[in-house]
């Protein structure tokens, strides 16, 4: 008879992480209701005919000599705004991140002043990101006028608040033993950060970069919807003309930029081993930068934008609407947001974890090839397309929401899931595996622990992001306060938009603490 394994050997973790599981299946069980998601309605056959009805005239795409070269044209403006307003963003992120980031503090800068500096700073990021970037976009462009340029500060603005989180949670994930080393020695945060914290998360800060930059692509060019440039206008006008195969030869784009931004994440993080790799590496960011003035600039000089008008445009939301009848409607808003941020996210959760092992090669050649494609088609196709075609399948309201972000945060997850798993260490697994451990129990024991931090950071981050999309996926019917919202700015209510979008932040805010709180459980005792 065997003996009672000795508590040394127990799971340490195993009590906190079943608290939080229990948790998330309570905070799921209300949000499926709300959310009105039945797994059933994907299988009415008069659905799934209307939607192969609208599909068969993508086909054959276009190919006019015409539309090609006004597509490439598009193409590079939608490239360029990308590329300058993830500059901008990072230009925001770098500062906030390397203030805010934690591991960095000491025992002496626990000062209240510091403190209070610092949760004022994460204060602000949360209202950066917590306003969707079409809604930044939105504003700009009523602000300052037409163009690329509302597009590259949408982004800029968005993406700082995004990625300085990210950033910052990258940072705190690391192993602290060097620069609490450094810090005994008396070196400075900077000198922490540059020898301790950034040699190990490099890879990870880069790759997450690069995906935000494929973001910002798809958002460049979902902004044209608004006036902001890009590929997004001509998405616009050939959906509204019902032109079938204009749509699809975009959408083609839309993926072929996807894997596109998908090989230049792996030769960066490539390029990162070896000092002319790394050489390389900023030399091509320069490049792309320096090409992507050139291709905006003339634009925005011949445009005249006028920002003197920003402070006056920014004094008409004030003071926010606060009457009785705009938070009738305001409750509902709100949960049906949150329930399908939170059934979306949750199970593409789990369809990016499943997709995410053969991604990252473990299943073999073959297997890594599919499911990598079907990722890059998931992602590559912009949400509100995903929301259109999911309103058709199961009609309007929340879930058409729910099973468009289901789709496209499947394959956002699962590229970020496979590429931590590519760049977590093998040794423990081998180790293991020399034991005489299954596959199965060397991957939960030995790879699962060094990636759990990180796949769970990426999710929750995901939901608070997908908190602001589902408020945008209301523009096409799929239900949550962005119908509101865009009512609201299309009628120039200014102060009813002010009081909504204090409610999105609102909603950001409430995901962020919950989210550091479910960190703080699933990670067990230090």
Sequence with gaps: MLDPAPSSMRDPARRPRLLATLALML??????????????????????TTLAQFVSGFFPPAHE?????????ETAVTLASATLGIALAMLIAIPAAFASCAALDTPGSHHPVWQAGQSLLRGMLVVLRAIPEIVWALLFVRAVGLGSLPAVLAIGLAYGGMLGKVYAEILDSQPAEACRALAIQGASRGQRLG?????????ELVSYSVYRWECAIRASAVMGFVGAGGIGQLLDTSIKMMNGGEVSTLLLVFVLLVMMSDGISRLARAALHTGYGQALLLAGVLLALGASLLCLAPAWLAGGFDFKALPAFAAEFWPPDSGPDLFAGLAQGMAETLAMSVTGTVLACLFAAWLSLPAAGLMGVLPQAVARLLLNLLRGVPDLMWAALAVLLVGLGPAAGVLAL????????????????????????QALLLSGASPTSAFCYGLLPAIMTQW????????ENNIRIAAVLG???AGGIGQQLFMALSLFQTQTAASLMLAMVLLSWTVERLSRWLRRQLAGPA
Excluded: K
């Design 27 to 48: 905070l799921l069980a209300p949000a499926f209701q709300s959310s009105g998601f039945h797994p059933a309605a994907l299988l009415d056959s008069g659905s799934w």
């Design 456 to 463: 769970l950071a990426y999710s929750l981050y995901r939901w």
């Design 406 to 429: 289901c789709l496209h945060t499947s394959g956002v997850l699962g590229r970020l899931f496979a590429e931590t798993l590519e760049n977590a260490p093998r040794e423990p697994v």
């Design 475 to 477: 523009i096409v019917g």
């Design 65 to 73: 000599r015409y539309f090609l070269d006004e597509v490439a044209g």
């Design 195 to 203: 020898w301790a914290l950034l040699p190990q998360a490099m890879p």
